[in-house]
Nanobody, 120 residues
Framework: QVQLVASGGGLVQAGGSLRLSCAAS????????MNWYRQAPGKQRELVAA???????NYADSVKGRFTISRDNAKKTVYLQMNSLKPEDTAVYYC??????????????WGQGTQVTVSS
């Protein structure tokens, strides 16, 4: 069974920092793109940051310069370092990844989400 397990969310004051982690487990042969999305109440899910297998990164304009995505391939883990947090960053954050399984099946998988709340 393949899983993405996200952790690291919580409550923080504006200007503070949090680091999210998302670990993949299961019969995984390789991991291609890894992404972080977020969904605020009443809003659509949006892409926050993405990182390719060669560690090229891309960010939403709203988080550029404040958030950093990284990955540890040996640990099958993607991270999101969030600095200078703002109340508008409040959302449920989801990790997402393109996984090639040992069965030679390529699929897109989602983690369970972790709540980030930024107080003003």
């Amino acid at each position: 069974q393949v899983q993405l397990v996200a952790s690291g969310g919580g409550l923080v004051q504006a200007g503070g920092s949090l680091r999210l982690s998302c670990a993949a487990s299961g019969s995984i042969l390789s991991i291609n793109a890894m992404n972080w999305y977020r969904q605020a109440p009443g809003k659509q899910r949006e892409l926050v940051a993405a990182i390719t297998s060669s560690s090229r990164t891309n960010y939403a304009d709203s988080v550029k310069g404040r958030f950093t995505i990284s990955r540890d391939n040996a640990k099958k883990t993607v991270y999101l370092q969030m600095n200078s947090l703002k109340p508008e960053d409040t959302a449920v954050y989801y990790c997402n990844a393109d996984l090639l399984l040992v069965t030679m099946t390529l699929g897109n998988y989602w983690g369970q989400g972790t709540q980030v709340t930024v107080s003003s």
